[in-house]
RNA sequence: CGGUGAGUAGCGCAGCCUGGUAGCGCACCUGCCUUGGGAGCAGGGGGUCGCUGGUUCGAUUCCAGUCUCACCGACCA
């Protein structure tokens, strides 16, 4: 490719309503332009990318023996109102009529739509296993589209649906999709993790997402250093605290705590440490629950794992007025004793071995000490409801620690059961003619959002740099002088070489200063940059520069091609 | 949707407080010059100042409304 003749608007200046570098950099690479809030053009280079990671993606995908197909992007509601979704899934779902008022959506997702044409045409088991798979454009209405192509409101996606004739036939199917997954995420080198996940709206028994790290990521994981185990927190189990400390034997009494709300305020007037206090809290369901959390004073709360334990639709904080209805208490006195109304009181298990502890006495300024569960006060339920932390021992192994990273969510992997499936009646029948429901997993892998990942995860001062495998060329010519003809015509012999040898190489023959092709070769992540220059012509020498290292390579001028070649090749080399 | 901030040339910004029809840098066009890390000189093109209404002789500037965009929360590939 000619650079002269191809399209790469670079900007030197930063547009300011981007945030992200991964956003800021693909702007000023001239790989995206915005359109409107989270919808953008691909330009030129940017569709490079994006191509080059979907067919890594089709590869893995075809190894793994799902099939590809196209599904529309525009789904009738039909369809949505069968599966319970149409009234479920909210303003995310863009909704519209067309010319004869038929109500229709532009597809968030694709499980109807597969389910509708497995259900037709998928009768029997031996059909199954079968799974599908597309790259499509998908629209959800997000509420706040942010971080370029992180999080737009139009992106590409890759998804597949496998269909099985049981639970544990759905489960190889799952478990082929993890591999294909760690296979495509390793072809891209990038640095990643399979975490056990939450399943939210999808639905479904389990899940991993595929978390790529970088400090900018919007998700907190969980990783132990020493066992396999990993999760995003929203998930992550806390270890078993199995020390059961001694019946507490001192006698509860009620002490002044004056203007005291905050657990460290508490601690410290009684000059306690925070874990010797247990902290309660009041949430409430949209439905009008009432729960009263009880945790150790220096733990957190995990909303979601006290929402799914409980079995709630929804949670959220109670307001002051519901606390003060719940418990008879001002926000930050709040305890288990004494509670105004007969709520639900759900304790961490690490405060099942706590004894002659301090907790609020449902009174302004007043707090207990020395409160044991059971003699004080009876709680409804133990529950594994706090946020586990940095530090914390592996729910896994003896010997783990568990490290916390910021993660990027690019694909996550469900095992769906019969969810949809049985809302929508596709069944098979099996070898004693029996009617049976079709087992589902689904599987998805934000393409532009990988790609974004990788620039969030490998960049410089100087711009992208993007892994080989997913890098828009390969490699680059610069001819620094191009009024010379003698570099000139040495650049485009090597041009034309590389390309010979099935390279993806872009020739920068513009009548430039070398600074600006410097800038831009750098900015817009060319993993190695040939350099033609009169000086080392003259030697019979080129150079070679490796964008992730920075690392300069005088080569003659007859071995550059092969050399270049090789290094391509053994940098998108990967294990079978 | 709630909270915060911003809309002036393709991009980054100034001007607005104290009304008099707009300016700087980059980018773009022409010429000269220059060629190993975003050069220099000269000339030039480009803006209904987000939109609507009000106040005023006169509004980018003051007032009201509205739209859009970004950031922080819930959602998610």
């Known amino acids: 490719m000619l650079y002269s003749r191809y399209f790469i608007p670079t900007t030197k200046e930063t547009p300011s309503d981007a945030e992200v570098v991964s956003h800021q950099l693909m702007l000023r690479a001239g790989m995206i332009r915005k359109l409107a809030s989270g919808i953008y053009n691909y330009l030129p280079l940017g569709l490079r990318s994006i191509r080059k990671f979907e067919n890594i993606v089709r ?3 075809n190894k793994a023996d799902a099939i590809e197909m196209l599904m529309p992007n525009v789904q009738p509601a039909e369809l949505w109102e069968e599966s319970g979704r149409w009234a479920f899934y909210g303003k995310e779902l863009l909704r519209f009529k067309d010319r004869k008022e038929a109500e229709f959506c532009m597809g968030p997702t694709h499980e109807e739509v597969i389910t509708d044409m497995v259900r037709r045409e998928i009768k029997s088991y031996r059909q199954m296993p079968v799974n599908f798979y597309q790259v499509q454009t998908k629209f ?3 509420i706040r589209p942010r971080f370029g192509l992180m999080r737009g409101r139009e992106f590409i996606m890759k998804d597949a649906y496998s269909f099985d004739v049981d639970s544990s036939a759905a489960d190889l199917s799952y478990d082929k999709m993890y591999n294909a997954y760690m296979r495509i995420f390793e072809r891209c080198g990038l640095n990643f ?3 056990e996940a939450d399943t939210g709206s999808i639905g479904g028994s389990s899940s ?12 907190a994981i969980v990783s132990c250093d020493s066992c396999r185990y990993a999760a995003n927190v929203e998930k992550a189990e806390s270890p078993l605290f199995t020390d059961k400390s001694e019946a507490g034997s001192e006698p509860l009494q009620k002490v002044a705590t004056p203007d005291m709300k905050a657990i460290v305020d508490v601690a410290g007037f009684l000059n306690l440490s925070t874990d010797k206090t247990v902290k309660a809290l009041v949430y409430a369901s949209e439905k009008g629950d009432f729960v009263l959390a009880l945790l150790r004073g ?5 909303e979601l794992k006290l929402k799914n334990y409980l079995g709630w639709e929804d949670i959220q904080m109670a307001t002051e007025e519901q606390i003060l209805a719940c418990t008879g208490s001002p926000v930050g006195f709040l305890g288990p004793i004494g509670l105004k109304q007969d709520i ?8 099942r071995g706590m004894s002659n502890f301090v907790v609020g006495a449902n009174e302004k300024d007043q707090h207990y000490i020395n409160a044991n569960i059971g003699r004080d006060f009876e709680l409804s339920s133990y529950a594994d409801i706090r946020s586990v932390e940095a530090g914390d021992a592996c729910p896994r192994c003896a010997s783990g620690k568990l490290e916390m990273w910021r993660g990027i969510e690019v694909g996550h992997v469900f095992k769906l059961g019969t969810k949809y499936s049985k809302a929508l009646n596709a069944t098979y029948l099996d070898a004693n003619g029996k009617e049976q429901i079709i087992f589902m997993g689904c599987y ?8 974004a990942a990788a620039i969030e995860q490998n960049h410089d001062e100087n711009g992208i740099i993007l892994p080989v495998a997913i890098a828009p060329f390969q490699c680059s010519v610069v001819a620094v002088n191009t009024k010379d003809s003698g570099v000139m015509a040495a650049a485009e012999e090597i041009y034309l070489n590389l390309e010979k040898l099935g390279c993806e190489v872009l020739f920068d023959d513009r009548d430039e200063r070398p600074g600006v092709k410097f800038k831009d070769n750098d900015l817009i992540g060319i993993p190695y940059r040939i350099v033609v220059g009169s000086k080392g012509l003259a030697e019979g020498k080129v150079e070679v520069k490796v964008r992730s290292t920075g690392e300069v390579i005088s080569l003659a001028l007859e071995e550059v091609t092969q050399a270049v070649k090789s290094m391509i090749d053994a940098a998108l080399a990967h294990k079978e």
């Open 298 to 302: 220096d733990h957190e709360l995990n």
């Open 140 to 142: 959800r209405d997000e």
């Open 193 to 195: 993790r399979a975490v």
């Open 59 to 61: 590869e893995e995908m």
């Open 344 to 351: 639900t009181v759900v304790a961490d298990r690490v405060v």
């Open 444 to 451: 998805g892998i934000g393409i532009g959002r990988t790609v």
């Open 208 to 219: 991993h997402e595929f978390m790529v790290l970088a400090d900018s990521g919007e998700d």
